[in-house]
């Protein structure tokens, strides 16, 4: 590991992350979000199970949450991974490490599916899920409109070898 650290989302981390999800919305191929979420939107949309940050100087340049896929209980070991990167992190292995370490943690906490929904476009977001064995599930074709345009959605799945046998 280099001289960031990964640890657990805390408060006061916000403003950072908030930083990292205007970039995801202002390139275009992140999310279908126009909007950053205020502080109290957010926690609520993500489990309080396996937020992280990568801090690097003081300065958050990674952030990494599940969102519940369901409310039912038969699929309590299911989440939606959301991982974002600061453009300045991209190529370091920040990504990577981000990635082992939210899925690890994920199994910890008994969660045995996870999911991405990742633009198609998103070259760099795929390769990280494949590195981890996600598979491409299917493409949702023209499934969000963003800025008058309809995109396809790639559906991205990882079972864990560990949890949910």
Known sequence: MGAWEIRTFQKNN???VAAIYQKGIDGKNATFQKVVPNYEA???KYLEDCRFVVIDNGQVIGWSALL???AMPSYRGVAELSIYLDPSAAGK????ALMEHTITESEKAGFWTL??????EN???IGLHEKFDFKQMCIHEKLGE?????R???LLERRSGVTGK
């Open 14 to 16: 916000y403003k950072d």
């Open 42 to 44: 957010w926690d609520h």
């Open 68 to 70: 519940p896929f369901s």
């Open 93 to 96: 292995g920040i990504g990577t």
């Open 115 to 120: 999911q991405s929904l990742v633009f198609p």
């Open 123 to 125: 070259k760099a977001s």
């Open 146 to 150: 963003m800025d008058g345009n309809f």
């Open 152 to 154: 396809d959605v790639a």
